[in-house]
């Protein structure tokens, strides 16, 4: 179903549903925009076409989550904690990366209540990519910068107004009384998508068969070359979409067990107890990095877990490039 | 200011003191005991074997728990019982309450005292001017992210 | 390919076939087009991918204490590399005679940020050419003047010239001007507590705890960081004001006499976060207190290893 939207319309619209939900927008921040919950709907910014910093996967697993704590000796959930949400601008890489964790968090002997609560309590209002940038790499991984298939409602900016694809009873429930999308107006939403697929660099990769290549490749010479610049800081793990690694804590002096997101880029995120680190040098790490995304994700969840968001391309500070790694790694002949 | 207290000038709120102490600067045995045992409520007394034990990070801790005021008493440089040791804590606690100042704490809540082995009573005097001090600026109000609130341990 | 890049490609070549170093760090054509990626070879034909201009975002005596022990290393440096290893070495992360230092005088860093900030996040291409950079995006060229685009840090620095290089391509340039370097320093403290205060705590609300900044300086090499400790728990790792606080506190304070004013913590922040104004602070007190800069000599200890029985009567109350 093709609802229209116009711009000057969003407002009252936004407001509209803050009556009932929560609404999470990018929000302008120094020279960033990073996803809030309005107060206002004068906030929201959906005009900077590049994509936040900091991924809204902080919305559904976020970087320091309680998960329960300890009052007067008697314990207390947080799981409830949750209300109903509306994310609206979040891009379709971000969305489709959300799929993509539902496979970690969403598993059929278990089901993460925290994730499952927030995942099931939001409605996610995409914004379709008409202007994607030169670090994005989305159609590579299988995705693409109009890539519905996880939206809700899918909105295509068209000038004054957004053509919003509606996609199943959750958006419906936002946008049902919008009047119906012309097919002028829908015929100018292909136009937009088709524009926008023309102005996607020209792929860097293929991603057939990394996953094969990287097994391959797990004893070469490669993984010691391209670690070298690697700091080993946590920037790409944190700023992905689809990292979802994290370490769970008893903060003894706030009585409450926290989840944080954690990084295998650190040393310590595989140092065992006994001193033991299955992971001991940057190289290991590395190596794992790009596997877990390429090869082992691909093999436990038969997609590839990376979205081509290109964060961690624009903001390594050593300007390591995953797109150069993975290219090396097809082209990569065993001396 | 947020400085509660009764027009007579009475404090209405009790100051927070944490007091780091080298094991050995209380030379005179009654200071020590005084020390050990009848301490105030309102003042926590963390002992270490020398000032040079007690780093920044100490220091830090007690501010982010919310101490309104800190005290660190050591020896007099030729009187370290580990001969180097509080020389190294000088430099970098003070260049420490320099740096916290800078970033918005008032001066005044860090206090060093240098005790000779002969004086006597100098302890108890100096913790309660500290007090008189802090009972002046107020609470700690910046910095204090993780301060228990008033009535529980801190 | 301008002078300096041939003279870097030319010494690398050298002192690899001479035997002289095992790897030599430098600089090579990055991918984005304001960055470079570090360089690590190790063959005199690989001297070619060299280079080096503005765009050189990283200090790279960060890569020394990464090395394998015992390796011998070339490594390219500007005034602040150049101090960064003279500090190591003095804290015995590295041995003199192990490494060869390829001095070059800097012209400062350009701040991508500075250049985004104007013409979006797509710049296709960027040169420099003489005083200007100019920067081809969607739109087409855009030109700046070079100064207005450096990093705060090198509109800042004090001393371009590397130190106790083994050589040194380039002409000297003028030191810096010690006003300017310290005037931010000056104009904080300035300010009201309650103003520093809030500035502080709007900075340090934005880090995410990723550790760029730590793992981009040179000084930083701690096996095991005081933000790792459990016991004491000095910095909580949850996105706190009280973690996240301490850790720029003490982060800072750790650096107190050995950091060497390069930015490069700024520089490699994802959430643009400023950290140069605590560490100034620091360098300026120890300048102020004890008359000591680092780098600036090859013996001098830094001032709170340096204690002496002569501080008594400093703090006396």
Redesign the interface.
Known sequence: MYKVLSKADLPRLIERWMEQATVYAPVRQGDFTKFEPLSDPAQADLHYAANTRYPPKSLFLPQSEVMFRVKGGEFESTEDEVSSRVILGIHACDTRALQLLDGVFLAEDYQDPYWAKKREQTTLVVLGCADPCETCFCTSVGSGPFDKRDADVMLIDVGDEYVADVRNEKGQALFDHLPDASQEQIDKSRQVQAAAAAKMRKKPFEGEGIKDKLYGLFDSDFWPRIQQSCLGCGVCTFLCPTCHCFDIVDEA?RNERVRNWDTCMFRSYSLEASGHNPRPTNMERTRQRIMHKYAYFVELYDEIGCTGCGRCVRYCPVDLDIRQIIRSVQSWEEE | MNNPSTSSGHRTWIPRIVVFQCQYSLYCEADQRWMDIQLPQHIKLIKAPCTGRIG??FV??AV?GGADGILISGC???QCHFK?GN??A???L???R?????????EERV????IDLSERGRIQQELADLEETIGAIGPAR??A??AIPAGENL | MNQLTFAIRQEAARILEENIVDVVIGFKAGILPLKAQPAFITRQEEAEKLMHNGFCQNNLASYLTRRPKGERVGIICRGCESRAVRALVLEHQHDRDKLYLIGVPCTGIIDWRKIEREVGENTLQAVEEGDEVIVTTRDGEHRFQRADVLHDSCQRCLHPNPVGADIVLGDPLPEGDPERAWAPVLE??ALL??????C?VQEAERCIRCYACREACPMCYCAEC?VDYTT?R?AESMI???GT??WH??R??HQ?GRCVSCGACERACPMDIKMTY?TD??NY??GQ??GFEVGASEEEQP??AA???D??N????
């Open positions: 002096q | 920044p990070l830090l801790n982010q007099l440089p030729e180097e020389l190294g000088r430099r970098q003070d260049e420490f320099r740096f916290l100042t800078y970033l918005g704490m008032e206090r060093f005292v240098w910046r910095l992210t993780r | 904080f403290e507590p309650e103003e520093r205060y809030a502080f005081f004491p000095w706190t004001p009280s606080q301490a506190i003490i800072a304070f107190t605590l602070k620091l007190d120890m207190q004890y001032p709170f204690f002496t029985l501080d008594k400093r703090f006396v109350r």
